[in-house]
């Protein structure tokens, strides 16, 4: 199957200051990527969707100018965490598909510790 | 709203059997469906996906069914090995979203 590269696979930061994940999709082009969060024992949370050379789209409940997206080319999405505080900390997935008929593919996922 | 149900308890077989797990969905007409898996600390693998006009996918020793009229997808593992143990996320789609249920538990026992 496609692969989808996420780093860094593991961060710890201090609270108040930002932290960035890069997702990219590396034997294919993904025009959408998606960013979820999951938290012990549940189950992903769609937190928004990422379009190419356009604004991410939020999902209800999500701050965007906490959580900001950009989606800079045809293979990479970065998702930046800004101001972080503790209740940031969890683990964050990125997902992309090569085109709207097919599966998506996920990243290895970025556990975030915001001491 | 959209509901998405999965076993909440884990599911424990024995090795060898077959392992039948559940995904019903509520409010949602999804044109597909698909299963990932997940192992702790990972992200979700994709298994298979099967879409609203085809009533069964196999790969493997993996089976999908997907029944539009009960609105439900049955996921199953014949001749389970312990590698099998993991939680196994259904995931309806329709339009750009991909959402998922809340996971089943697999161990399988050797």
Same mark, same amino acid.
């Given at each position: 199957?496609?692969?989808?590269?996420?780093?860094?696979?593991?961060?710890?930061?201090?609270?108040?200051?930002?932290?960035?994940?890069?997702?990219?999709?590396?034997?294919?082009?993904?025009?959408?990527?998606?960013?979820?969060?999951?938290?012990?024992?549940?189950?992903?949370?769609?937190? $928004?969707?990422?379009?190419?050379?356009?604004? $991410?789209?939020?999902?209800?409940?999500?701050?965007?100018?906490?959580?900001?997206?950009?989606?800079?080319?045809?293979?990479?999405?970065?998702?930046?965490?800004?101001? $972080?505080?503790?209740?940031?900390?969890?683990?964050?997935?990125?997902? $992309?598909?090569?085109?709207?008929?097919?599966?998506?593919?996920?990243?290895?996922?970025?556990?975030?510790?915001?001491? | 709203?959209?509901?998405?149900?999965?076993?909440?308890?884990?599911?424990?077989?024995?090795?060898?059997?077959?392992? *039948?797990?559940?995904?019903?969905? *509520?409010?949602?007409?999804?044109?597909?469906?698909?299963?990932?898996?997940?192992?702790?600390?990972?992200?979700?693998?994709?298994?298979?996906?099967?879409?609203?006009?085809?009533?069964?996918?196999?790969?493997?020793?993996?089976?999908?069914?997907?029944?539009? *009229?009960?609105?439900?997808?049955?996921?199953?593992? *014949?001749?389970?090995?312990?590698?099998?143990?993991?939680?196994?996320?259904?995931?309806?789609?329709?339009?750009?979203?991909?959402?998922?249920?809340?996971?089943?538990?697999?161990?399988?026992?050797?």
């Amino acid at each position: 199957g496609a692969v989808v590269s996420q780093h860094p696979s593991r961060v710890i930061c201090k609270s108040g200051t930002s932290v960035k994940i890069e997702c990219r999709s590396l034997d294919f082009q993904a025009t959408t990527m998606f960013w979820y969060r999951q938290f012990p024992k549940q189950s992903l949370m769609l937190m $928004a969707t990422s379009n190419e050379g356009s604004k $991410a789209t939020y999902e209800q409940g999500v701050e965007k100018d906490k959580f900001l997206i950009n989606h800079a080319s045809l293979t990479l999405s970065t998702l930046t965490v800004t101001s $972080a505080h503790p209740e940031d900390s969890s683990f964050y997935i990125c997902s $992309a598909r090569p085109d709207r008929e097919t599966e998506a593919f996920f990243g290895q996922g970025t556990r975030l510790t915001v001491v | 709203s959209q509901k998405i149900e999965q076993n909440s308890e884990a599911l424990n077989i024995q090795e060898g059997k077959t392992a *039948t797990l559940t995904c019903n969905y *509520t409010n949602y007409s999804p044109a597909y469906l698909q299963w990932y898996r997940q192992d702790p600390g990972r992200g979700p693998v994709f298994l298979l996906l099967i879409r609203e006009n085809e009533k069964e996918k196999r790969k493997e020793r993996l089976k999908v069914t997907f029944d539009t *009229t009960l609105k439900q997808s049955l996921f199953h593992i *014949t001749a389970s090995q312990p590698a099998d143990s993991a939680t196994y996320l259904c995931a309806p789609r329709r339009g750009n979203k991909l959402v998922f249920g809340a996971g089943t538990i697999l161990r399988v026992k050797s």
